[in-house]
């Protein structure tokens, strides 16, 4: 299989992160620079379908975008650890807060930093209009992750999963322009530390730009 990657998107480290946690290490990885227009070539675009990163491109030529789908299969080949649930109760559980960290954190924070970021500016037509309500959206949401995490040390339950990954990743992806959460939700910082404690976050970190 091949996998193509680019260093610094959110969607590429949570895969990378997901392949560190399972120990995958026999995918060609295939790095391409989206500033410069690699993810948008005819070449790329007849496998993909639409100017996504990353994709999975199995053996026999089929291509799977969508960091979720591509973690979700990848799962699939390689169970053990489990990362998606164990029975359908557990299942449920992580695909509801996996859902929640996309849809409510992830998706505002990377928005508020392609809006903001100039060196974005490549990839997007900004508006500092859709970076401040984004920013804001996603900063009250963290409060969300807050309560949950009040009562849970992971996100998806009593164990880390992939709905970890999929919320740290976007957080952390708001650094690029100082957006971080609020000091006093002191859950969630205890869980932030968690995550970067981890063997397999290194993985999931930004990469240095290809030459």
């Known amino acids: 299989m091949k996998l193509y990657d680019t260093p610094l998107a959110p969607n590429p480290r949570r895969v990378r992160w997901f392949l560190a946690e399972k120990g995958i290490a026999d995918l060609q990885v295939v790095t391409l620079n989206l500033i410069a227009?690699?993810?948008?070539?005819?070449?790329?675009?007849?496998?993909?379908?639409?100017?996504?990163?990353?994709?999975?491109?199995?053996?026999?030529?089929?291509?799977?975008?969508?960091?979720?789908?591509?973690?979700?299969?990848?799962?699939?080949?390689?169970?053990?650890?489990?990362?998606?649930?164990?029975?359908?109760?557990?299942?449920?559980?992580?695909?509801?807060?996996?859902r929640r960290a996309e849809l409510l954190v992830a998706t505002p924070f990377m928005l508020g930093v392609r809006h903001t970021h100039p060196a974005l500016a490549a990839l997007e037509t900004q508006n500092p209009a859709v970076a401040d309500y984004n920013k804001e959206a996603g900063l009250r949401a963290c409060k969300v992750l807050d309560r949950r995490l009040a009562e849970s040390e992971w996100l998806g339950g009593a164990r880390f999963t992939v709905a970890d990954i999929i919320a740290y990743v976007g957080i952390d992806f708001g650094r690029m322009i100082k957006l971080v959460p609020p000091e006093d939700l002191s859950h969630l910082g205890r869980w932030m530390a968690l995550m970067r404690a981890r063997p397999a976050a290194r993985a999931g970190m930004p990469q240095p730009q290809p030459a």
């Open 37 to 98: 227009g690699e993810h948008k070539t005819p070449e790329y675009l007849a496998k993909a379908g639409l100017a996504n990163v990353p994709a999975l491109e199995l053996d026999d030529g089929t291509v799977i975008t969508e960091s979720v789908a591509v973690c979700r299969y990848l799962e699939s080949l390689y169970p053990e650890p489990n990362l998606f649930g164990r029975d359908p109760k557990e299942t449920a559980l992580i695909e509801m807060w996996t």
